[in-house]
């Protein structure tokens, strides 16, 4: 099979039976065969806590099916189908399954295991495991038998045997990578016991292969009994929506496309998902339902495309400031959908459908002054973005105030004060000064979510104030080719922090601080508002990294220290400031690490007054990194870490029992958290791929994968997780060089072009002086000759 090219810098490695013995879930076999192996050489009593706790870690309310009611009967053709299945799984599904504990034996064992462990798995009789596998096989409710406490009185190998298929099973739900197919076979004749749980049936929906029937049909029928009896949870409906968007015309349509138990599979998941997310959670996830709803356009299920239309037009149709903002965010994103597009399977007729979406949505807001905000807010910004900042002036906007999408739904935006700036960058985006005015608290509704946390998921703090406020906040306005990669990347960062703050663990440690998740905020909010334009959240208070770095004082009979300049800016002391800094630095470096940014010089950090430290920019992502960049690494044989965490200056700043208590836990608890929702993260790294320029769209969930699975290290337990990140980190720490020689190079390259552009102002004022002589020389001659 022919690996796809990528640009990001990586290849998928291959699929099914092509299995790569190098990746993630190969590490995860090793690490479950020589903990099983290192059990079964023990005493039985040893072998049975081994699988008691594998059993423990992996338990779920599943339970056998003659304690459960019957199953819904399905149609006599599906019927028929997985009975054919089953005759022919009876046939060789044992034989070739057995493997799974055989298989163990060929991957490499992980290299911090002692030697006398990999000895002990060499011991291990192979042929007696294989028949206890082989009778584990045989039952009916082969997940009781292996979730069950271990018996004392049981051949401890079959302890060990179901202590390898119950951790094949944990691996198997989280892997990422496509299931083997001998997997594949085993996991199907138990695909009625797996689907009571949320998370199986999320995961059915991603491996299913559409082009065999008895794989969909099986599929479809389960998940229909998931949705009916309530088990799938709204993170995993999402999933599956987005898991039946993705496949190809033809496989879909040849399958499921005639059976509207498909289409009611995608309209009852998409329910769940609307229905019960929070306004918060739909923003960041908007943009997957609507790929979903186009894709289901494409492949003639309108029906589905309507429903998911009409989901979300709904919530947005509700009372409240959360409700609002979605509002603005909803129509948004329908009008850039609506706008043309260079690609070519994009017709004006699949695009119609986002134009009719934003027509029912205005007309069917409940007064006409709600209609004028959305007009109001969408002229404002047209005419900025074309340069026209006359027309966005205060003097005009005093009286038509207006809600502005970056904004909590709780403020309106009152016209700009003052003249744009422009930024250095290539595509020379601005900021505005707006004049913000928030509504008393008894003015706005109640939000649907908690009122402290963010809807828009942004940096600004969004509990309301208890009276009227007025306050200058700039606001950003982007022109770029490749604005849309930008804006689903920060999506993505924004929900990967906001399942960060949410973890129990997270918000433990911030009580003991005394902080809220709005004070360790640190993405900003990204709406794009045509193909190639955007809006963007402005952090107020902020300075780069370069110029806190320029505050330290310049002696030449002593050097200003990494650090000097930071806890100059910081005001170093202050304990609140400096704890704030470690918590966010952990953040940010977690969100480097995971989204793969790049182009991470000192003029895309940023740290404010409160010790808020962020990462800006994430036009560069997934590993991509610019040229210049690769030019410096080439030059000086240095790799760019896979984070950067400006460590020394941290060090030197904050003390290191705050870094011990606040920053390493930080980092832990984040790393978990992104392995625990890699499903979901990985449907919105696969959003970003797919709006790539250049991208192969039958490629990208291959690289989605691939990029996912080397970040997530999915195959470690918990304890070997939080060893590598640490590890990692260390790493990264002593690899930050190359980040400085670039920061240096830039600031070199700077300085020239400053003092290029002073000698090139120089040149012109003495030419213009020379030329002002050389007038009036000219003008006297003339008069001269005149006489």
């Not at 400031?321 to 603005?328: D, H, I, T, V």
């Not at 740290?607 to 997934?622: P, Q, W």
């Amino acid at each position: 099979m022919a690996t796809a090219s990528s640009p990001f810098g990586f290849k998928p490695s291959p699929r099914n039976g092509e299995f790569s013995k190098s990746s993630s879930c190969a590490a995860a076999a090793a690490a479950a065969s020589a903990s099983a192996s290192a059990s079964a050489a023990a005493v039985p009593g040893l072998a049975a806590a081994e699988s008691q706790t594998l059993s423990s870690s992996s338990s779920s309310s599943s339970s056998s099916r003659s304690s459960n009611p019957t199953e819904p009967s399905s149609t006599e053709e599906d019927e028929a189908i997985m009975q054919e299945e089953d005759e022919e799984g009876n046939r060789n599904t044992i034989g070739r399954h057995s493997q799974v504990v055989g298989t163990f034996h060929h991957f490499p064992s992980a290299s911090n295991y002692s030697l006398q462990v990999q000895s002990s798995i060499l011991t291990i009789e192979v042929e007696l495991l294989l028949q206890e596998a082989k009778a584990l096989f045989s039952e009916s409710t082969i997940l009781n038998r292996l979730r069950a406490p271990p018996d004392a009185q049981e051949d401890p190998y079959k302890n060990v045997a179901s202590a390898l298929l119950s951790r094949s099973l944990g691996q198997l739900v989280v892997c990422v990578r496509s299931w083997l197919d001998f997997e594949r076979a085993w996991l199907f004749r138990i695909i009625g016991e797996l689907c009571r749980e949320s998370r199986w049936a999320a995961q059915f929906a991603r491996q299913t292969r559409w082009t065999q029937n008895t794989e969909a049909t099986a599929t479809i029928r389960h998940l229909t009994e998931c949705i009916s009896s309530g088990i799938l949870e709204p993170r995993h409906s999402l999933q599956v929506v987005c898991s039946l968007a993705r496949w190809d015309e033809k496989s879909v349509y040849d399958v499921h496309v005639r059976s509207a138990r498909f289409s009611h599979v995608v309209k009852s998941a998409a329910k769940i998902a609307i229905t019960k997310f929070s306004y918060k959670e739909i923003v960041l996830t908007l943009e997957l339902l609507l790929d979903a709803a186009h894709s289901f356009g494409r492949l003639g299920i309108t029906d589905a495309r309507r429903e998911i239309c009409e989901l979300l037009i709904q919530a947005a149709l509700r009372d409240g400031a959360e409700a609002l903002s979605f509002r603005n965010e909803l129509y948004w994103a329908l009008v850039v959908r609506s706008c043309p597009s260079k690609h070519p399977e994009e017709s004006p007729e699949l695009r119609s459908w986002a134009a009719q979406a934003v027509e029912s949505l205005i007309s069917r807001l409940p007064s006409p002054a709600e209609e004028l905000d959305l007009f109001r807010q969408r002229s404002w910004i047209e005419g900025l973005q074309n340069h026209n900042f006359q027309a966005g002036s205060h003097t005009w906007w005093d009286m038509r105030a207006f809600s502005l999408v970056v904004w909590p739904g709780n403020s309106t935006c009152q016209g700009t004060i003052g003249e744009p700036k422009f930024m250095s960058s290539k595509n020379k985006p601005f900021s505005v000064c707006c004049k913000r005015v928030f509504q008393s608290a008894s003015n706005s509704a109640e939000p649907r979510a908690d009122a402290a946390t963010s809807s828009t998921g942004g940096a600004t703090r969004l509990q309301p104030p208890k009276g009227p406020r007025e306050e200058q906040v700039r606001v950003m306005f982007k022109n770029d080719s490749d604005i849309r990669f930008e804006h689903q990347v920060g999506k993505f960062v924004q929900l990967l922090e906001m399942l960060i703050l949410e973890d129990s663990q997270v918000q433990e440690l911030l009580k003991e601080n005394n902080l809220t998740p709005d004070d360790v905020r640190v993405t900003y909010n990204i709406v794009m508002t045509g193909r190639t334009t955007a809006v963007v959240e402005f952090i107020e208070d902020a300075k780069t990294l370069r110029e806190v770095r320029a505050l330290a004082p310049h002696k030449a009979e002593k050097p200003a220290t990494p650090g000097e300049g930071l806890g100059i800016y910081l005001r170093k002391g202050d304990r609140q400031t400096l704890v704030r800094v470690s918590y966010t630095s952990a953040i940010s470096a977690m969100l480097c690490l995971v989204a793969g940014l790049g182009d991470r010089h000192h003029e895309n950090y940023m740290v404010t007054k409160a010790g808020r430290f962020l990462h800006i920019d994430y036009g560069y992502a997934l590993g991509q990194e610019p040229v210049d960049s690769k030019l410096l690494q080439w030059i000086s044989n240095k790799k760019q870490p896979p984070a950067l965490v400006q460590f020394e200056e941290l060090m030197e700043v904050v003390d290191p029992k705050i870094t011990q208590m606040v920053f390493w836990p930080m980092i832990k608890n984040a790393f978990r958290v992104f392995r625990n929702n890699e499903s979901l993260l990985s449907e919105m790294l696969f959003a970003a791929v797919t709006r790539y320029p250049g991208h192969r769209e039958r490629e990208a969930w291959a690289l989605t994968q691939d990029f996912v699975a080397r970040k997530a290290a999915l195959a470690l337990s918990e304890v070997q997780a939080n060893q590598f990140i640490e590890t990692l980190f260390h790493h990264c720490i002593r690899q930050e060089d190359a980040a400085r020689q670039r920061d240096n190079f830039k600031k070199g390259a700077d300085q020239i072009r400053e003092t290029a552009a002073q000698v090139a102002g120089l040149a012109m004022e003495k030419a213009n002086i020379v030329g002002r002589g050389v007038d009036r020389l000219l003008v006297a001659a003339g008069s001269l000759f005149s006489r």
